[in-house]
């Protein structure tokens, strides 16, 4: 069965350091991968995925995200955090039949 | 291009009352529709899934069911709410459910408050 966990609830971060949000998955397939942000009060919007084409992943706003296999991980990174990246983010993994499996979500803060 | 829209935005309801939650979609034809509830601090929790019209595919049992009387309409509904139904419920749609690397496209979500 496939299965996420995400490390850390909540990451903070000064504006300009490095973010890294950590992402683990379980799969009994050759995962599709995926990185979600949601801002306070809205939807769910696409940063990045993986569908096994390139092992690192650029997706927007500046974020990439790298597949390792051997570590079954697939963290999100971001080498200078700006305020507006203070949201919640979510890593997901299909499963068979095209639904996602979310992990918790990390809560990432952004200080000045 | 494609857009999702649900509403109402929020809801404040009363235990024991009727919900009526709906999700709609533009720009695309037979879409995979579904429903997500976020509880307060937790993640996101699949309700229901629907491959087409009629087709109701329930992930946790509960008081909460689904419809779908139009192609690109999702409803969900309650008959008497309970207060652990309250969150923030998101619709999502992917074009292909058996294309697993396409991703969900979720609609801005619905805040219920159960009192």
């Known amino acids: 069965a496939q299965s996420v966990t995400q490390l850390g609830s909540h990451v903070s971060v000064s504006e300009g350091a490095l973010v890294l949000l950590r992402c683990n998955y379980s799969?009994?397939?050759?995962?599709?991968l995926f990185w979600y942000v949601q801002y306070p009060n809205q939807g769910l919007q696409l940063l990045l995925k993986y569908t096994s084409a390139a092992t690192l992943v650029k997706g927007i706003n500046g974020f990439e995200a790298e597949f390792k296999k051997s570590e079954t991980s697939f963290h999100l990174t971001k080498p200078s955090a700006h305020m507006s990246d203070a949201a919640e983010y979510f890593c997901?993994?299909?499963?068979?039949?095209?639904?996602?499996?979310f992990g918790q979500g990390t809560e990432l803060s952004v200080k000045p | 291009s494609q857009t999702i829209h649900q509403w109402p935005a929020t809801l404040v309801q009363p235990v024991g009352s009727p919900l009526s939650l709906e999700c709609t979609v533009e720009?695309?034809?037979?879409?995979?529709l579904y429903w997500y509830r976020q509880a307060a601090g937790r993640g996101l929790q699949l309700l229901f899934y629907s491959v087409g019209i009629g087709q109701i595919s329930s992930e946790v049992p509960q008081n909460l069911s689904a419809s779908r009387p139009q192609d690109r309409q999702f409803i969900l509904s309650s008959k008497k709410l309970l207060l652990s139904d309250s969150g923030f419920y998101l619709c999502a749609w992917t074009s292909d459910l058996w294309s697993s690397y396409n991703e969900q496209f979720f609609g801005p979500g619905t805040r219920l408050t159960v009192l």
């Open positions: 720009g695309t034809s037979n879409p995979n």
């Open positions: 997901a993994v299909t499963s068979p039949g095209g639904k996602l499996i």
């Open positions: 799969s009994s397939v050759p995962p599709y």
